[in-house]
């Protein structure tokens, strides 16, 4: 099957001209379509060189939703319309090519960015078989075609779903400022306090942009100085030592209590007390 793709692949671009206008048609090299996923829990990415071109891109974020970009080496100084197709296989005469969308091209380092609809079309078509298109006309006036072929994609794009279907649930900002409150005289975690620690362990486990997790502790005004800031200190230890022995690095640590200073809430009801009996977590690119 991948040598009648090339042999037809071939043919259709050696028969490419269109009467009075240069042409400049791009893709991977004829039957050496590498499609090259690559995997984390915070992103998944599926790509292929373009021959003397750039690179095109499916991608997708925890949380987010997937988008496709596509580079260009030597970038088009002004912006221009580009129109991204799918295109049957040769041999399938009776279906036609589906026009996908018209988008602006960019002077940056992605030519082309497409959000989620366009994309999951595009892999909808590359999974059937189809041919991705992208044609535009350059600002030297000449028209531009760049192909991404379904050879050897199954394999690859099984790989990238399997890697999407474990993101993570949450993103840096769910975890980057997160606030524990505890009762009065009390220090120990609760079951929800530790899902939340669980949250900023794993997140800072995958991310090697993490650099510190700063952990502050503090209490109310109703002991004494002494005591409020044994409290803090008591709050402010029992975050870091959950952390440490889920496996959080000691050296990312930083670790530090301030009693009843820096209040967050008026001591003087019992709700703003209970806002002041906190422990607060920040995690640091």
Not at 109 to 132: S, V, W
Not at 180 to 203: A, G, H, P, W
Not at 236 to 264: F, I, S
């Amino acid at each position: 099957m991948n040598k009648l793709l090339t042999i037809i692949f071939f043919v259709c671009f050696m028969n490419a001209s269109v009467a009075g206008v240069k042409q400049k048609y791009y893709s991977a090299p004829l039957g050496e379509e590498k499609w090259k996923v690559t995997t984390s829990r915070l992103r998944c990415g599926l790509s292929l060189k373009v021959l003397d071109y750039g690179v095109a891109y499916f991608e997708q974020y925890a949380t987010k939703d997937p988008h496709f970009i596509i580079s260009n080496w030597q970038r088009e100084k002004y912006s221009t319309r580009a129109q991204v197709w799918t295109m049957p296989p040769v041999w399938r005469t009776r279906l036609r090519p589906k026009l996908i969308t018209t988008v602006s091209t960019q002077n940056s380092k992605y030519m082309l960015f497409l959000p989620r609809e366009a994309t999951i079309n595009l892999l909808t078509g590359l999974t059937e078989g189809y041919i991705n298109r992208i044609k535009y006309t350059s600002n030297q006036g000449y028209i531009v075609r760049v192909d991404l072929s379904p050879v050897n994609f199954k394999k690859s794009y099984a790989q990238y779903i399997e890697c999407v279907g474990s993101l993570l649930t949450f993103n840096y900002n769910d975890i980057k400022l997160t606030k524990l409150y505890f009762n009065s005289n009390q220090k120990e975690l609760t079951v929800t306090d530790r899902k939340e620690l669980d949250r900023i362990y794993l997140f800072s486990s995958v991310d090697p942009s993490i650099k510190s997790i700063q952990v502050s502790g503090y209490s109310d005004n109703e002991g004494g100085r002494g005591y409020n800031n044994a409290v803090s200190e008591a709050r402010a230890k029992a975050v870091a030592n959950y952390l440490l022995e889920k496996g959080v690095p000691e050296q990312k640590l930083h670790l530090t209590w301030y009693g009843n200073r820096y209040p967050e809430d008026s001591n003087d009801t019992e709700i703003g007390r209970a806002k002041n009996r906190r422990a607060v977590i920040k995690v640091v690119r």
